[in-house]
């Protein structure tokens, strides 16, 4: 897919698949391709606008080697056969490396790459753009630049994020900054003939974003993994201007925020960025939870990351029950 099709194919909800683990901590491959048939079929009921993200954060890319994770890219590609948009995440801390991610998710047949900004070193501003510049130069693909400060340590403002947008196969931006103004800035000075906005931090954030002029089409999500009309619900609402229908679909998903927050203030986070800019990363032990409960692939979490006690998986199965989806 070349990169201006990808950049007007990017839209809709955008599950951040989960890898699946086996009991004894090797990749489940046909797990995998259960969970991305599972979207694909969701997708082709109506046309829906679902592009499927791999090898991301949530799908423990850290934790995996990297054959596991070119066997990842490599199994969602091939699973989906060209039927949905793919965004293989290629970031790795350093230029060089991610450059040989990335040509490699090209050559298997990824339409996108997601890049995040480098971590462990915090590079400058020109060090960024450079980074971005010379990953793009390297292959024929989109480029998504995935700004986390959660797991970079950095932020990309507005800014810096217009004057990527200029280079010609950048043309997306997953966009993690939990800051009304920033999506304000980003939505006026973005031109959307350069660049799609994706809200990166799912269903709550992705209604209010959209206000701006609907300019961030579509959102990250884990609910949509398992309950991707719930998610849609949101988007459908939100993409079309009715906020107050897209509140009511917010609602409806409340009970599983709740128990995420109730999870959560249970364990004691390390992290010393700011509160509202960084994850609590329970949110994968429950989604992870929530796959098995209804029926497909989630399995074990891989350490550091913890799974959840039986007693709090009993609570997610009786919120799935009441919410229908198992």
Known sequence: MKPDEFRKRCKGIVPVQYCPYTESDALDVQGLRRNTEFLIEFAEKGGKDVVIMTNGSTTEFYANSIEEQKEVIKTVVETVDGRVPVVAGTGKAGTRETIKMTQYAEDIGADCAMVVLPYYHTPTREGVYRHYEKIAESVKIGIMVYSNPDVSGSLLDADLAQKLSKIENIVALKDNVPSPADYAWKAASIDPEDMVLLNGLGELHYVGSAAYGLMYQGFITFIGNFAPSMSYEVYEAASTGDFKRALEALKRQMPIWNLLKLFMKKREDTSII??????????????????????????PLRPPMEDLKDEEKEEVRSVLEKLRIV
């Open 274 to 299: 700011p509160p509202v800019l960084r994850s609590n990363y329970m949110y994968m032990s429950v989604g992870k939870a929530c796959m098995d409960l209804a029926c497909l692939s989630g399995g």
